[in-house]
């Protein structure tokens, strides 16, 4: 299970972290992202991780957003830095725990979702 949390309104300029836990039993998933969805577009990856250290951004957001991971608390995080309008919208997290998970940013590598968080920026 994947909750996120974290979203709300902000200025542009402004910051938010967003937060998403896992649980399950499974232990840590091997492959993390974090999607957005802008309001009437389709869902697209903004950051990935995957236990092997490698991490991918969108180039939209390279810069601005950090993907972290806190073990101790099963926690993914995304900061969002110099928030611009066009990144509101729905922040969707994702896992998988396959070994073979090849960790990018497509939607059709991860098995696990999120409920998502709104973010507007205005």
């Known amino acids: 299970q994947l909750v996120e949390s974290g979203g709300g309104s902000v200025q542009a300029g402004g910051s938010l972290r967003l937060s998403c836990v896992y649980s399950?039993?499974?232990?840590?998933?091997?492959?993390m992202a974090w999607f957005h969805q802008p309001p009437g577009k389709e869902r697209e990856g903004v950051a990935s991780?995957?236990?092997?250290?490698?991490?991918h951004y969108a180039d939209s957001v390279k810069g601005r957003f950090t993907i972290s991971h806190d073990n101790t608390r099963n926690t993914l995080y995304l900061q969002m830095n110099v928030l611009k309008p066009e990144d509101s919208g729905v922040y969707y997290c994702?896992?998988?725990?396959?070994?073979?998970?090849?960790?990018?940013?497509?939607?059709?590598?991860?098995?696990?979702w999120g409920q998502g968080t709104q973010v507007t920026v205005s």
């Open positions: 399950g039993g499974n232990g840590y998933p091997v492959c």
């Open positions: 991780r995957k236990t092997d250290g490698s991490i």
């Open positions: 994702a896992a998988d725990w396959s070994f073979y998970c090849s960790g990018g940013l497509g939607l059709s590598e991860y098995n696990f």
